[in-house]
């Protein structure tokens, strides 16, 4: 899946857990689909996109399987 950067409302500044949340339903990934792409568990999603997990590893992962480089840390 890709992502189309035109999909984003640049309007305003977002954090990185929104970037990654838009990000995930603008590619059409479920939580489970991206759940396997990057290796993570559902539950650790659900915290990267709500922001209690911001472990550099995990953002990572996501972000490259988004195709978000610009959230790479």
């Not at 539950?43 to 472990?55: M, P, Y």
Request: with cysteine; charged share 25%; glycine share 6%.
């Amino acid at each position: 899946m890709t992502l189309s950067q035109t999909k984003f409302d640049q309007s305003r500044p977002i954090s990185v857990a929104e970037a990654i949340a838009e990000g995930r339903r603008a590619s059409g990934y479920s939580l489970e689909e991206l759940a396997i792409t990057c290796g993570l568990t559902v539950a650790e999603l659900q915290a990267i996109e709500t922001g209690a997990d911001k472990d550099e590893v995990h953002l990572r992962r996501v972000a490259s399987a988004l195709k978000l480089p610009q959230l790479v840390l």
